[in-house]
């Protein structure tokens, strides 16, 4: 690929064969509240093992509010509410019996804006991703796990010579690797990213894409993004999250993502996926 070529030009960045070892999330007859105003309505959707699934819909349409109830940060807002269940592997991640951090130590998050502690090293901001969840390790057990998350995030070659440099002196893009990397060290079933390249250039889009192909071998993918060129090279599953005036966000339509550009079954998500909106 030629080092400045448009995204847009590139072929899919996808995996070829999803993992069917790894985990599937659930989410059924999710239904959400900020105090009186619904936000969601009844959204169901799995989200298959070792794919990634996009989620796409205009601004406001609730994206972001079912990406934070899938990891339970939706309860950090005082004013919310929720109905309905998330499954990993069939078990409930709200089930009262299990502590928050137990439910979350499965399930990263990655966000719009590069988010790493800036004055901290790079290796410790990869630690601190275990500070999250009270998992404990050893020296040798950090030092492998760095190296481990690093790579599987696309960073390691870049920076494995200057672990100990701010990680506020990173490129923008090598910051969103880094905080891939920070959600990594956990572990997890499934990485959650809420536009992980909207506040980045297109190259290091292209290299987030292409660490996304590597990563779904190890890890269940679910974005949110406004690019639908990037829905259809990353992901192999989408919905399309729709909210009107007084009418809460729900899907209109979802499945297999070619499908759903090349052949929408609903006529508002030709409207959206052709830019007619
Ligand atoms: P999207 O990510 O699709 O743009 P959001 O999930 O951010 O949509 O927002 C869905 C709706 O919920 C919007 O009407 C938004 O104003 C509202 N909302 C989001 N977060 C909060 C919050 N913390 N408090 C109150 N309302 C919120
Ligand atoms: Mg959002």
Redesign the pocket.
Known sequence: VAPFARPEMQAPARAAQPNAALSTLTAKNISAW?GD?K?LEQVSLTMPAGQVTALI?P????????LRILNRMHEL?P?ASLAGEVLLDGDDIYDRRKKLQDARKHIGMVFQKPNPFPAMSIYDNVVAGLKLTGVKASRDTKDELVERSLTSAGLWKEVKGRLRAPGGGLSGGQQQRLCIARSLAIKPKVLLMDEPCSALDPTSTRVIEETMAELQKEVTIVI?THNMQQAQRVSQQCAF?LASQGTP?QIVEHGDTDAMFHDPQDERTADYVNGRF
């Open positions: 900020f105003h936000v819909g601004s406001g349409c609730g994206k972001s509010t079912f807002v004013s949110v999250f966000g």
